[in-house]
């Protein structure tokens, strides 16, 4: 059993950064494939960034393409996420996802429980 837990959302003005981490508990982190997805309100969860196991791929929406970072730190356990020119459009609850095997760019073993980002205009 894998536990995701998010931190590092919150508000910030259009044109700003964030940066959301993701650690999780076990010790096969290091088979993990992880990423990121996104629900705003009223629409369908989608995503957002994964890496596979070994770090050596990563995957992106078009939409973050050259905005989002994803990157790994396996001595931590953690995944995260660098957001930068953040848009209003980019205002969702954020979801940790990982996945066994597979890159986790459609669906994920496991989630967390998901973090708020707020881009004001």
């Known amino acids: 059993q894998v536990q995701l837990v998010e931190s590092g959302g919150g508000l910030v003005q259009a044109g700003g950064s964030l940066r959301l981490s993701c650690t999780a508990s076990?010790?096969?982190?290091?088979?993990?494939?992880l990423g990121w997805f996104r629900q705003a309100p009223g629409k369908e969860r989608e995503f957002v960034a994964a890496?596979?196991?070994?770090?050596?791929?990563?995957y992106y929406a078009d939409s973050v393409k050259g905005r989002f970072t994803i990157s790994r730190d396996n001595a931590k356990n953690t995944v995260y996420l660098q957001m930068n020119s953040l848009k209003p459009e980019d205002t969702a609850v954020y979801y940790c996802a990982a996945r066994y095997m597979v890159v986790v760019t459609t669906t994920a073993d496991y989630w967390g429980q998901g973090t708020q980002v707020t881009v004001s205009s």
């Open positions: 890496l596979t196991a070994s770090g050596g791929s990563l």
């Open positions: 076990g010790r096969t982190f290091t088979r993990l494939s």
